[in-house]
């Protein structure tokens, strides 16, 4: 049977007392499996990440998550503005596979040495992938991933996000119905 790395149980939520995002919310993800998250703005999917990462507490209930990495929808906020890519890459992970997860994003490693602002946004996205998966996590928490990336190199990202699922898990923000369906394993549809 496969490790589960995030169990969600009887999750209740609201920013506020009169509106719950969330109620009698369970959720599982295992190992080798693409959970996707759809729903209308403001239904609440980020907050979810701001759940699972504990940035936010429930109101109710438990929420356990093995190691996670994080991507965020806008590359801009990723990273502060003052260091290069590679020094904030460091801060986090081991460069143990750059030069593999480099190739493989089509990303050019001297723009590693770069500040965020040098860069375009779908280069930064791709280096927010590129620092997601050095950190090697068990969970992977996406938002939109692929928001700045024209179509085909959104398609390799998701390709490339697909064959890390011998060691991860991965729940995926997407407004993207038909993506959820072609790489998605479940899709669990948020209301507003
Ligand atoms: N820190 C906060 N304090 C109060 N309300 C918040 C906070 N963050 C988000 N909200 C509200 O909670 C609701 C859900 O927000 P959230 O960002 O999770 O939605 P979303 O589904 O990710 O939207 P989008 O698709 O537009 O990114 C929204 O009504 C939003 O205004």
């Known amino acids: 049977m496969s490790e589960k790395v995030l169990a969600i149980e009887n999750l209740d939520f609201g920013y506020t007392q009169e509106r719950l995002l969330y109620e009698d919310f369970s959720l599982h993800v295992n190992i080798g499996e693409v959970v996707c998250i759809v729903g209308a703005s403001g239904s609440g999917k980020s907050t979810l990440f701001e759940l699972i990462s504990g940035n ?109 699922l011998d060691s991860v898990g991965i729940l995926l923000i ?5 993506l959820a369906q072609w790489c998605g394993d479940r899709m669990i549809e948020l209301k507003s």
């Open 56 to 164: 936010v507490k429930a109101q109710r209930g438990n929420i356990h998550a093995a190691s996670l990495s994080q991507i965020f929808q806008d590359p801009y906020t990723s990273f502060h503005p003052t260091y290069t890519i590679l020094n904030q890459i460091k801060d986090v992970a081991s460069l143990d596979g750059l030069d593999v997860l480099c190739e493989a994003l089509n990303l050019d490693e001297v723009l590693l040495h770069q500040k965020p602002h040098q860069l375009s946004g779908g280069q930064l996205q791709r280096c927010s992938i590129l620092r997601a998966l050095l950190m090697k996590p068990k969970l992977l928490l996406a938002d939109e991933p692929t928001s700045a990336l024209d179509n085909i190199t959104g398609l390799h990202v998701m390709q490339l996000l697909m064959q890390c």
């Open 174 to 178: 997407t407004h993207d119905k038909a």
